[in-house]
Protein backbone atom coordinates (compact mmCIF):
# COMPACT_ATOMS: atom_id res chain seq x y z
CA UNK A 1 0.00 0.00 0.00
CA UNK A 2 1.68 3.21 -1.50
CA UNK A 3 1.43 6.69 -1.17
CA UNK A 4 -0.51 7.22 -4.16
CA UNK A 5 -3.03 4.11 -2.77
CA UNK A 6 -3.02 6.56 0.68
CA UNK A 7 -4.43 9.36 -1.23
CA UNK A 8 -7.01 7.98 -2.96
CA UNK A 9 -8.23 5.56 -0.73
CA UNK A 10 -9.02 8.82 1.70
CA UNK A 11 -10.30 10.79 -1.40
CA UNK A 12 -12.40 8.52 -2.90
CA UNK A 13 -13.75 6.94 0.26
CA UNK A 14 -14.14 10.34 1.90
CA UNK A 15 -16.57 11.86 -1.15
CA UNK A 16 -18.53 8.65 -0.98
CA UNK A 17 -19.11 8.48 2.70
CA UNK A 18 -20.64 11.72 2.68
CA UNK A 19 -22.80 11.32 -0.58
CA UNK A 20 -23.92 8.04 1.22
CA UNK A 21 -24.93 10.09 4.32
CA UNK A 22 -26.54 12.61 2.49
CA UNK A 23 -28.81 9.82 0.54
CA UNK A 24 -29.86 8.11 3.56
CA UNK A 25 -30.43 11.33 5.28
CA UNK A 26 -33.02 12.60 2.88
CA UNK A 27 -33.90 9.54 0.90
CA UNK A 28 -37.17 10.04 0.12
CA UNK A 29 -35.54 13.08 -1.59
CA UNK A 30 -33.13 11.31 -2.89
CA UNK A 31 -35.78 8.61 -4.15
CA UNK A 32 -37.83 11.73 -5.85
CA UNK A 33 -34.59 12.67 -7.83
CA UNK A 34 -33.90 9.74 -9.54
CA UNK A 35 -36.69 10.04 -11.89
CA UNK A 36 -35.89 14.01 -13.01
CA UNK A 37 -32.36 12.65 -13.93
CA UNK A 38 -33.05 9.35 -15.70
CA UNK A 39 -35.81 8.81 -17.41
CA UNK A 40 -37.75 5.86 -15.88
CA UNK A 41 -41.12 4.72 -14.47
CA UNK A 42 -41.69 5.88 -10.87
CA UNK A 43 -41.75 2.58 -9.51
CA UNK A 44 -38.27 1.76 -10.61
CA UNK A 45 -36.44 4.41 -8.82
CA UNK A 46 -36.84 3.66 -5.20
CA UNK A 47 -34.62 -0.21 -6.15
CA UNK A 48 -32.48 2.12 -8.31
CA UNK A 49 -31.78 4.48 -5.49
CA UNK A 50 -31.09 1.67 -3.10
CA UNK A 51 -28.51 -0.05 -5.14
CA UNK A 52 -27.01 3.70 -5.63
CA UNK A 53 -26.95 4.22 -1.71
CA UNK A 54 -26.08 0.66 -0.95
CA UNK A 55 -23.13 0.63 -3.44
CA UNK A 56 -22.44 4.37 -2.31
CA UNK A 57 -21.50 2.76 1.37
CA UNK A 58 -19.93 -0.34 0.45
CA UNK A 59 -16.98 2.22 -1.65
CA UNK A 60 -15.36 3.45 1.78
CA UNK A 61 -15.42 0.01 3.35
CA UNK A 62 -13.64 -1.89 0.34
CA UNK A 63 -11.19 0.83 0.02
CA UNK A 64 -10.26 1.35 3.76
CA UNK A 65 -9.42 -3.05 3.81
CA UNK A 66 -6.32 -2.70 1.50
CA UNK A 67 -6.91 -6.34 -0.10
CA UNK A 68 -9.96 -5.38 -1.13
CA UNK A 69 -8.91 -2.19 -2.62
CA UNK A 70 -9.16 -2.78 -6.42
CA UNK A 71 -13.25 -3.94 -5.96
CA UNK A 72 -14.08 -0.57 -4.03
CA UNK A 73 -12.05 1.50 -6.73
CA UNK A 74 -14.19 -0.84 -9.26
CA UNK A 75 -17.15 -0.21 -7.71
CA UNK A 76 -16.48 3.36 -7.42
CA UNK A 77 -15.22 3.81 -10.89
CA UNK A 78 -18.66 2.13 -12.07
CA UNK A 79 -20.52 4.48 -10.27
CA UNK A 80 -19.01 7.62 -11.62
CA UNK A 81 -19.11 6.49 -14.80
CA UNK A 82 -23.11 5.83 -14.67
CA UNK A 83 -23.03 9.59 -12.72
CA UNK A 84 -21.58 10.97 -15.40
CA UNK A 85 -23.61 9.56 -18.05
CA UNK A 86 -26.87 10.26 -16.42
CA UNK A 87 -25.67 13.76 -15.44
CA UNK A 88 -24.94 14.26 -19.53
CA UNK A 89 -27.65 12.76 -20.08
CA UNK A 90 -29.63 15.09 -18.19
CA UNK A 91 -27.99 17.96 -19.90
CA UNK A 92 -28.42 17.28 -23.05
CA UNK A 93 -32.11 16.60 -22.41
CA UNK A 94 -32.12 20.01 -21.14
CA UNK A 95 -32.65 18.79 -17.79
CA UNK A 96 -31.74 21.08 -14.83
CA UNK A 97 -32.56 18.93 -12.24
CA UNK A 98 -30.50 19.55 -9.03
CA UNK A 99 -27.86 18.22 -7.90
CA UNK A 100 -28.55 15.22 -5.27
CA UNK A 101 -25.04 13.87 -5.05
CA UNK A 102 -24.09 15.97 -1.49
CA UNK A 103 -27.43 16.52 0.05
CA UNK A 104 -30.65 18.61 -0.89
CA UNK A 105 -28.09 21.54 -3.07
CA UNK A 106 -30.25 23.94 -5.13
CA UNK A 107 -27.34 23.89 -7.63
CA UNK A 108 -28.29 22.80 -11.12
CA UNK A 109 -26.35 19.69 -12.61
CA UNK A 110 -24.02 21.52 -15.46
CA UNK A 111 -20.45 21.15 -16.49
CA UNK A 112 -19.04 21.14 -13.34
CA UNK A 113 -20.20 18.23 -12.18
CA UNK A 114 -18.79 16.31 -15.01
CA UNK A 115 -15.88 18.14 -14.76
CA UNK A 116 -16.11 16.62 -10.75
CA UNK A 117 -16.83 13.37 -11.56
CA UNK A 118 -13.97 13.00 -14.31
CA UNK A 119 -11.34 13.64 -11.03
CA UNK A 120 -12.96 11.79 -9.37
CA UNK A 121 -13.14 8.78 -12.00
CA UNK A 122 -9.58 9.72 -12.71
CA UNK A 123 -9.19 8.83 -8.92
CA UNK A 124 -10.76 5.80 -8.71
CA UNK A 125 -8.38 4.60 -11.60
CA UNK A 126 -5.12 5.06 -10.02
CA UNK A 127 -6.52 3.82 -6.84
CA UNK A 128 -7.14 0.27 -8.73
CA UNK A 129 -3.54 0.84 -10.17
CA UNK A 130 -2.31 1.39 -7.20
CA UNK A 131 -4.06 -1.82 -5.38
CA UNK A 132 -3.32 -4.62 -8.19
CA UNK A 133 -0.45 -6.76 -6.68
CA UNK A 134 2.77 -5.12 -8.11
CA UNK A 135 0.60 -1.56 -8.35
CA UNK A 136 1.80 0.05 -5.27
CA UNK A 137 4.61 -0.05 -2.98
CA UNK A 138 5.19 -1.90 0.61
CA UNK A 139 3.41 0.13 3.08
CA UNK A 140 4.74 3.94 3.20
CA UNK A 141 6.44 5.79 5.90
CA UNK A 142 4.40 7.13 8.26
CA UNK A 143 5.21 10.33 7.50
CA UNK A 144 4.62 10.00 3.68
CA UNK A 145 1.52 8.43 4.02
CA UNK A 146 0.13 10.73 7.01
CA UNK A 147 1.21 13.98 4.15
CA UNK A 148 -0.71 11.86 1.44
CA UNK A 149 -4.13 10.58 3.28
CA UNK A 150 -4.12 14.56 4.26
CA UNK A 151 -3.93 15.15 0.41
CA UNK A 152 -6.95 13.30 -0.70
CA UNK A 153 -9.03 14.35 3.18
CA UNK A 154 -8.32 17.98 1.38
CA UNK A 155 -9.32 17.05 -2.29
CA UNK A 156 -12.09 15.17 -0.84
CA UNK A 157 -13.81 18.34 0.83
CA UNK A 158 -13.02 20.56 -1.90
CA UNK A 159 -15.15 17.95 -4.07
CA UNK A 160 -18.00 17.61 -1.26
CA UNK A 161 -17.82 21.44 -1.06
CA UNK A 162 -17.79 22.33 -5.20
CA UNK A 163 -21.24 24.04 -5.41
CA UNK A 164 -20.93 26.02 -2.25
CA UNK A 165 -17.75 27.31 -3.75
CA UNK A 166 -18.71 28.23 -6.77
CA UNK A 167 -21.86 29.52 -5.18
CA UNK A 168 -19.64 31.56 -2.95
CA UNK A 169 -17.53 33.25 -6.27
CA UNK A 170 -20.86 33.38 -8.52
CA UNK A 171 -22.47 36.09 -6.17
CA UNK A 172 -19.62 38.42 -5.67
CA UNK A 173 -18.94 38.09 -9.42
Known amino acids: MGY ?3 GCACLVGLVFVASAVSKFRDFAGFVASV ?3 VPMPIGRARPIAVLVAGAETAVPIL ?3 PPLGALGFTVAAMLLLAFTVAIAGALRRGRRSS ?6 S ?3 LGARHLARNGVLLA ?3 AGVAAAVPGGAAASPPLAGGVIAGVAGLVGALLII ?4 IVDLFARTA
Do not use: E
Request: with cysteine; hydrophobic share 50%.
Open 4 to 6: AYV
Open 35 to 37: PRL
Open 63 to 65: VAV
Open 99 to 104: CRCFGA
Open 106 to 108: DAP
Open 123 to 125: AAC
Open 161 to 164: TLDD
